[in-house]
């Protein structure tokens, strides 16, 4: 039962968006740990290689169940924050434009690599988090999410790619 851990926060960033916080989740040993438990349970980990988790609460996940599964870590970062040569992508926001960047050699050619944020929303990030990974030569298998605001039909634009989700809030 994580929902008990996720905080509703209303108006946050800005008027009329409900912010699903998770830092309560963090702060509970038990939250944080079933939470882990359970990400670890909706892929199969031997069918993957890498974890790769985006900026930034991605990275909290992604290198929880990395570290519990004995797998790879690579982080997807906002522009100009990654020292090393970069593949980018760009993704429409609500108004204008964002991209995410990754390393050139964050993977082999061929690994399998899952995916992971804290929330699925429009699934703009997301999509573009696999088109990156495809960029570098990996193969994403799987997105997995703590929160899906199911209203929002994220799963739409990532059609063809396995979506997991512990919490759906629709
Ligand atoms: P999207 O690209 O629309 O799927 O947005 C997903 C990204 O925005 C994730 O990295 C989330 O952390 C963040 N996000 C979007 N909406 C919310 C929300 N209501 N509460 C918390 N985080 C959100």
Request: charge should be positive; charged fraction near 25%.
């Given at each position: 039962?994580?929902?008990?851990?996720?905080?509703?926060?209303?108006?946050?960033?800005?008027?009329?968006?409900?912010?699903?916080?998770?830092?309560?989740?963090?702060?509970?040993?038990?939250?944080?740990?079933?939470?882990?438990?359970?990400?670890?349970?909706?892929?199969?980990?031997k069918?993957y290689?890498?974890?790769?988790?985006?900026?930034?609460?991605?990275?909290?996940?992604?290198?929880?169940?990395?570290?519990?599964?004995?797998?790879?870590?690579?982080?997807?970062?906002?522009?100009?924050?990654?020292?090393?040569?970069?593949?980018?992508?760009?993704?429409?926001?609500?108004?204008?434009?964002?991209?995410?960047?990754i390393?050139?050699?964050?993977?082999?050619p061929?690994?399998?690599?899952?995916?992971?944020?804290?929330?699925?929303?429009?699934?703009?990030?997301?999509?573009?988090?696999?088109?990156?990974?495809?960029?570098?030569?990996?193969?994403?298998?799987?997105?997995?999410?703590?929160?899906?605001?199911?209203?929002?039909?994220?799963?739409?634009?990532?059609?063809?790619?396995?979506?997991?989700?512990?919490?759906?809030?629709?």
């Amino acid at each position: 039962m994580i929902e008990r851990y996720i905080r509703d926060v209303p108006d946050f960033p800005k008027k009329g968006i409900l912010f699903k916080d998770i830092t309560p989740l963090l702060q509970s040993p038990e939250g944080f740990r079933e939470t882990i438990d359970l990400l670890a349970r909706v892929v199969e980990p031997k069918s993957y290689d890498l974890i790769c988790g985006i900026e930034s609460r991605g990275f909290i996940f992604g290198c929880a169940l990395a570290n519990r599964l004995n797998k790879g870590f690579v982080p997807i970062r906002k522009p100009g924050k990654l020292p090393w040569k970069t593949a980018s992508e760009s993704y429409e926001l609500e108004y204008g434009k964002d991209s995410i960047e990754i390393h050139l050699d964050a993977c082999k050619p061929g690994q399998k690599v899952l995916l992971i944020d804290d929330l699925l929303a429009t699934g703009g990030t997301m999509e573009a988090a696999t088109k990156l990974v495809r960029k570098i030569g990996g193969t994403p298998i799987a997105c997995a999410f703590v929160v899906e605001l199911t209203f929002l039909a994220g799963r739409k634009k990532l059609e063809g790619m396995p979506i997991h989700s512990l919490v759906k809030v629709g």
